[in-house]
């Protein structure tokens, strides 16, 4: 709790002003919520009219549907592809060939610096142009190797960290046992890596579901292009978009609260194993007094 | 090359002057937003749960709502339904329109950065200061935002760097910046598209890569070392 660090237990006294805080502060954002919701009501926005289109059927299976069917689409397969990604350029970066080590470095940083919106517009230009897709899927296309490139390697900075954050132990205990330096990575390494790394991921399929509405721009008809094709056409922009909004706010929210939720689990499955650990030396240690050196230096 | 060379020779000052638009809507949205975005930080740290609860909120909110709907909001609904007005001149009220939409998304960010600097903080400091002493204010003021301010460098910078990159996203807001020059670029001569695109992408590493080894150096230097 952060409030804890920086507030003491309220007295008396702090305990009234924070009461008429509390009640001034609530006060004003409904206050402010009225003058929204008359703003509205001025511009016509309340109007029924404005929002009937929304509880006909036609607008969800004509529209709304297909749209975040093919927001869901872009996003699912870059997710996929991104993993494939990241993981081949993490062992890349994590890789002692310094040829290997050096591009798999240079291609991170650069896809990591550039703007996906670059991207995903030279691709479907390009794409488009060069004849190399049909154009009719050159949006698509490029929304996904956009998200790809970009994602992909933010993942493969999440797996190098994930390995770097592990104890030295586990590559010795690798090596010791005879695999190779790649088979210590891929075998033992990375998979606890993508353990402790689940939430950090679990936040990047949010950042990729968002900037698929980049698609938008390229005309890849997702989501927020359907939804303002509805909202042109019915003459209700705002409702349409803030209906597209909503939607993306729910399942965003959803996969953020399952990140929290995932984070704390690793947190307290992390904290058990440290304290198994614990006894377990604690064992070792009685029952080899001699040589307490062996339990020692890895923790 | 030689097609190369002629497209700077026509688009290069254009290409300039479009990065450079990028450029002043990464600066004033920062600003702006590092000042929303510590309020809100401010608000969901304070003992006061109404004010908490805002504060989450809008952090819930606008974090999860992708920038290109913000951005097209502010043209299609703030601009084309509510006639919102920030400028006289057309393209400068685009250009503000985008800046509050750039605003309103970043800040959620730099209020969660602020407040994972804020977390970074051991109980037992804010214990420390209390029995030498020393009351709220000057308690928050000597141990406690300091050693929080250090703690919030490297994820400021992320988000600072996510910001220099959406600057790109106002294209949907109507404003003539880099990426919709770099579309017309391409279109006129696909045949160097590649070097376009690599051109434009070289303008962001430029300025990316320095702003992340900078906030990188800044946070070890000025690490609190626990």
Redesign the interface.
């Known amino acids: 709790m952060?409030?804890?660090?920086?507030?003491?237990a309220?007295g008396p006294k702090?305990r009234r002003r924070?009461t008429i805080?509390?009640?001034v502060?609530?006060l004003a954002?409904i206050g402010f919520l009225v003058w929204v919701v008359k703003?509205l009501g001025d511009?016509g926005?309340l109007d029924a009219a404005k929002w009937v289109s929304f509880t006909q059927s036609g607008t969800w299976a004509n529209y709304i549907l297909p749209g975040l069917l093919n927001t869901l689409k872009a996003a699912a397969i870059a997710i996929a592809t991104s993993m494939v990604f990241g993981f081949v350029f993490g062992m890349g970066r994590l890789a002692h060939n310094k040829v290997v080590n050096v591009l798999s470095s240079i291609v991170v940083?650069?896809f990591r610096?550039?703007?996906?919106?670059?991207?995903m517009?030279?691709f479907w230009?390009?794409f488009g142009?060069?004849g190399i897709v049909p154009s009719g899927d050159a949006p698509f296309v490029a929304v996904v190797l956009a998200l790809t490139l970009y994602n992909g390697s933010v993942v493969a900075e999440l797996i190098r960290s994930g390995v770097h954050g592990l104890p030295k132990g586990q590559r010795e205990a690798g090596i010791a046992i005879g695999l190779t330096r790649g088979q210590s990575l891929r075998f033992i390494e990375v998979p606890q890596a993508l353990v402790a790394m689940m939430p950090a991921l679990l936040g990047q399929f949010?950042v990729i579901l968002?900037?698929?509405?980049?698609g938008?721009?390229i005309n890849y008809n997702e989501l927020?292009f359907n939804g303002?094709l509805l909202?042109t056409g019915n003459a209700n922009?705002?409702q349409a978009?803030l209906v597209?909004?909503v939607i993306?706010?729910v399942i965003?929210?959803a996969l953020?609260s399952l990140a929290q939720w995932v984070s704390t689990r690793v947190a307290r499955r992390r904290a058990k194993a440290d304290a198994t650990e614990d006894e377990d030396a604690g064992d070792t240690g009685l029952m080899m007094p001699e040589a307490p050196g062996i339990t020692g230096p890895n923790k | 090359m030689d097609a190369y060379l002629s497209l700077w020779e026509t688009y290069g000052g254009q290409m300039l002057s479009t990065f450079w638009t990028n450029m002043q809507l990464t600066f004033w949205a920062a600003i702006a937003a590092f000042a929303l975005g510590t309020l809100l930080a401010v608000m969901r740290i304070s003992p006061v749960p109404s004010l908490r609860w805002v504060g989450t909120a809008y952090v819930n909110i606008f974090r999860n709502t992708p920038l290109t709907i913000i951005l097209t909001f502010g043209v299609l609904v703030l601009f084309g339904v509510f006639q919102v007005s920030l400028a006289s001149d057309f393209n400068l009220n685009f250009f503000r329109i985008a800046i509050v939409g750039l605003t309103i998304y970043h800040a959620a960010f730099f209020c969660e950065a602020i407040r994972s600097g804020v977390n970074t903080v051991p109980l037992g400091q804010a214990e420390a200061a209390r029995a030498i002493g020393l009351s709220f204010l000057p308690a928050a003021k000597i141990v406690i935002l300091p050693q929080a301010f250090r703690g919030s460098i490297a994820p400021i910078g992320n988000v600072l760097i996510a910001l220099i990159k959406n600057s790109t996203v106002a294209t949907a807001g109507s404003v003539a910046e880099i990426s919709g020059l770099m579309k017309t670029m391409i279109e006129f001569r696909p045949d160097v598209g590649i070097l376009v695109f690599l051109t434009v992408a070289v303008f962001f590493v430029i300025v990316v890569i320095p702003v992340g080894l900078l906030t990188t150096w800044a946070s070890k230097k000025l690490a609190v070392s626990r």
Do not use: H, W
Not at chain 1, 2 to 8: A, I, P, Q, T, Y
Not at chain 1, 113 to 119: A, E, G, T, Y
Not at chain 1, 210 to 214: N, T
């Open positions: 952060s409030g804890s660090v920086l507030f003491d309220p702090a924070i805080l509390n009640i502060a609530a954002f703003v511009y926005q940083e650069f610096s550039v703007p996906v919106l670059l991207m517009i030279f230009i390009f142009r060069m949010v968002k900037d698929s509405a980049l938008y721009i927020l303002r909202g922009v705002f978009l597209v909004a993306f706010i965003n929210f953020t």
